[in-house]
């Protein structure tokens, strides 16, 4: 009796023991090294309208509560914003953010986009590349992703804030390649609630035929032409902190088993606003006036005076010769617009500043230069006169240069009056406007620079004095 | 007592030398101004305030700030400075260490000064522009002995300034001229076809023009859009339109081989408005001076031949 009771319970152990040691196959485990890239993973925006706008406004106001998006925050310049109900809506885009809820748009409201809570989206679609590792070898299964959606309205194009939208057209997919089977069939996508896609997700799925390999890395990618449109801010949500949704990713058995679900993989991804950077570069514009010492080579001849800044002193001046002088006037601004330096005289030389007795301004070798006109002044110089060239180092624009052979002048000094607010005084013209010396109509790349050339004849029988005038150099930015 | 007289003498002469010091004068005027330009929209019976900051960047000198208007001085942007115009008494400094406007003060190398400009309109003042600028103008100083010029560095910086009770005034432009810069409707394919384009502001405050020149080519079908730079344009003026960031100014299409009949349009809407203006020109571009070059070679060879002919009948 013994005897058969240790039998049994010998025979009991090896079972057991052979039981433990040769355990049947599973049917299910994890796939690996799953992840699901998004090619954006930027919050949509979803708010409205604060208050009734005026139609051509450009300044839009956003409600601060009742929308998924209560702030300004993942708004950007450029970005393309609709605008409207259900009624009407136009396209706008975004010209610049002025603060937490306020924004500009680079065209005015149209008539039926002004109301109090109409609706501002601006929608972010993203390419999911989802990515993985196979477990198990079936034959002829398949993939399925499932992402997931809005509860409502989640396939009208329009974000949601509890999932992705589908879009108003089918998301483009392509189906994984390789991986061991004989061939992938082309991918479908069913919008949640569809056939054969339960509601909560919408599904994505690829077929194959032949048996993969086990453990195989596949990527399949659901966008292209068409995407999933990405969530607006949830209903919890905190700027600055991501908003997670489960993305599944399956490995089914054949049509005859009704593609039952082997293998299942869950993972998170993470959508959030992007960051706005900004830095405030201060708009500034800088102009110089330098003096030059003598014995420079300017516009072509060597000056005989030191200049400063704020005085051009020919002193006790040959007679019957040219006296030059020069300055340098440079301008540099971060304006939009530009800048312009003009340039005017109070009068032409006089004794003492006296308006009266003067050194008229010169109308060069032929009698044909004025303040608007150049005309050539290189060999008459016993005739008093008094004018001024440009050599141009760097700047974008000058009137004329000493250099050029235009109209009146061969090239070898070019020159001009000083045009003068005086009246009544400068034959031929006495009513002058400044003159716009160096001038730029965009954001100049570096400092501009520019020489003006000052040239004073005297002839022998110039009434003896100090002759003086004053001359103003205006920099401004160009509106 | 040698030796007394002698230090007496140095010390006698380097007092002089300190009390009569060398003039000297500033090699370089320079003066930074921010911001460069101040666009403002105002309500009547309400005020604004803008901080300018001023920099000496060169030698020590002595400034003169001002408020002065200003009309447009061309179709380009330029201002025309109005000295000795007369301003409506809107503008006023804040600073507590400074007396009222003009004010005159000293500027040491390197410093910066902070101006707190107030703009403040009546409560009974109209809608309008008023523009007017904030200017710097330094210090000169006059000659001693000779003849020469005195010159002076200003520096200005704009302040488009509208009143308007309602925030949003009606804008309305005009296109005053729009065209080829060449007189003829002809172009040549192998040149760059140039417009121009006027604008006319026609309402009592300054706007920003919106809009584009749209190229369609014979078969109606778009083939460029020049998209314009939305420059200011003050009241009752005139600017030309200028492509977005193009300097100098211009308005040129640059296609590849152009060829045939084309119509161009442009249009303008004020910003903040609907009230959109446009006008169409049509054009015809053709390899022009191509052919005329290909036929003075077909016409010169034929005439050789001719002439060719001729003599080997001669001989």
């Known amino acids: 009796m013994i005897r058969r009771k240790q039998k049994f319970l010998g025979s009991f152990l090896i079972v057991s023991l052979l039981a433990f040691t040769q355990p049947q196959a599973l049917d299910s485990a994890n796939l690996t090294s799953v992840a699901d890239t998004l090619s954006t993973s930027r919050l949509s925006y979803y708010g409205s309208l604060n208050g009734a706008h005026t139609v051509g406004a450009t300044l839009l106001t956003v409600n601060t509560s009742g929308s998924p998006s209560t702030s300004t925050a ?9 605008v409207g109900d259900a009624g009407t809506g ?31 989206i601006a929608s972010r679609s993203a390419t999911h590349t989802v990515t993985f590792t196979t477990a198990t070898a079936i034959p002829n299964g398949a993939i399925r992703i499932l992402i997931p959606s809005g509860a409502n309205a989640n396939n009208d194009g329009i974000p949601n804030h509890d999932g992705f939208d589908y879009g108003v057209d089918t998301p483009s997919l392509t189906a994984p390649t390789g991986g061991g089977v004989t061939s992938w069939e082309t991918a479908t996508a069913t919008a949640s609630a569809g056939t054969g896609c339960t509601a909560g997700n919408h599904c994505f799925e690829a077929r194959y035929n032949g048996t993969n390999t086990a453990t195989t890395a596949l990527t399949f990618t659901i966008g292209g032409a068409n995407k999933l449109i990405n969530p607006a801010p949830g209903a919890s949500h905190t700027a600055g902190t991501a908003d997670t949704y489960t993305v599944t990713v399956q490995h089914l058995k054949d049509r005859l088993q009704d593609y039952a679900v082997v293998d299942s993989t869950t993972i998170k991804i993470a959508v959030i606003e992007s960051v706005r950077v900004t830095a405030t570069v201060d708009p500034s514009l800088t102009f110089t006036v330098a003096g030059a010492a003598s014995g420079a080579t300017r516009c072509g001849t060597t000056t005989d005076v030191t200049t400063t800044a704020t005085a051009v002193p020919f002193g006790s001046v040959s007679l019957a010769a040219y006296n030059d002088a020069s300055q340098t006037l440079s301008a540099v601004t971060n304006a939009a617009g530009g800048y312009a330096v003009t340039m005017i005289s109070d009068d032409q030389l006089s004794v003492g500043g006296d308006h009266s007795t003067e050194i008229v301004n010169t109308d060069c070798d032929s009698e044909n230069c004025t303040d608007t006109t150049s005309g050539e002044w290189s060999t008459e110089n016993d005739v008093s006169g008094f004018g001024f060239s440009i050599q141009n180092v760097d700047a974008s624009t000058v009137p004329f240069e000493y250099s050029t052979a235009t109209g009146n002048c061969t090239g070898t000094y070019c020159a001009r009056m000083i045009p003068s607010t005086a009246t009544a005084s400068e034959t031929p013209d006495d009513t002058d406007t400044a003159l716009s010396i160096m001038s730029k109509t965009t954001i100049p790349t570096t400092t501009e620079d ?6 004073l004849t005297v002839a022998t029988t110039q009434t003896a004095g100090d002759y003086e005038n004053n001359i103003t150099y205006v920099a401004t930015a160009t509106f | ?82 000295f000795g115009g007369r301003l409506p008494d809107y503008f006023s400094l804040l600073n507590a260490d400074l007396p009222s406007l003009p004010v005159t003060l000293n500027l040491k190398a390197g410093q910066s000064q902070e ?47 509208t009143v308007s009770k309602s925030g949003t005034p009606n804008r309305l432009a005009k296109i005053e001229e729009f065209g080829m810069t060449r007189s003829h409707l002809v172009s040549d394919s192998f040149d760059p076809i140039e417009f121009i384009l006027r604008i006319k502001n026609q309402s009592f405050t300054r706007l920003q023009p919106v809009g584009q020149i749209k190229i369609s080519n014979t078969f109606g079908r778009p083939v460029a859009t020049l998209p314009l730079q939305g420059d200011h344009i003050l009241a009752g003026t005139i600017r030309q339109a200028k492509l977005e960031g193009s300097d100098p100014s211009n308005l040129a299409w640059n296609p590849v081989f152009p060829l045939g009949r084309y119509t161009a ?51």
């Open chain 1, 450 to 455: 520019m020489y003006v050339c000052y040239r």
């Open chain 1, 74 to 82: 993942n708004l950007f310049s450029g970005d393309s914003v609709w």
């Open chain 2, 115 to 161: 101006l707190v400009l107030k703009i403040a309109i009546p409560a009974a003042a109209e809608d309008a522009d008023y523009p007017a600028a904030l200017v710097i103008e330094s210090k000169t100083t006059g000659l001693i002995g000779g003849s020469g010029t005195v010159t002076q560095a200003t520096i200005a910086s704009p302040i488009l300034l």
């Open chain 2, 1 to 82: 007592m040698k030796t007394r007289l002698l230090l007496s003498l140095l010390l006698l002469t380097s007092l002089i030398g300190l009390i009569t010091p060398s003039a000297v004068e500033g090699q370089t005027t320079s003066l930074s101004i921010w911001p460069p330009i101040l666009e403002v929209m105002v309500r009547p019976g309400k005020s604004v305030t803008q901080v300018y900051r001023l920099k000496n960047e060169a030698d020590d000198t002595r400034i003169t700030v001002r408020m002065v208007p200003f009309s447009a001085a061309d179709e380009f942007g330029h201002i025309n400075l109005q």
């Open chain 2, 265 to 315: 349009e442009a249009e303008i809407t004020p910003q903040d408005t609907t009230n959109t203006v446009s006008e169409n020109i049509v054009f015809w571009v053709l390899p022009y001076k191509a052919l005329l070059v290909l036929s003075l070679l077909f016409f010169g060879y034929r005439g050789l031949t001719k002439l060719s002919r001729q003599q080997k009948l001669k001989q």
């Open chain 1, 90 to 120: 136009s396209t706008y885009t975004v010209d610049d953010i002025l603060d937490t809820d306020e924004f500009q748009i680079t065209a005015g409201l149209g008539s039926g986009d002004v109301e109090d809570d109409d609706v501002i």
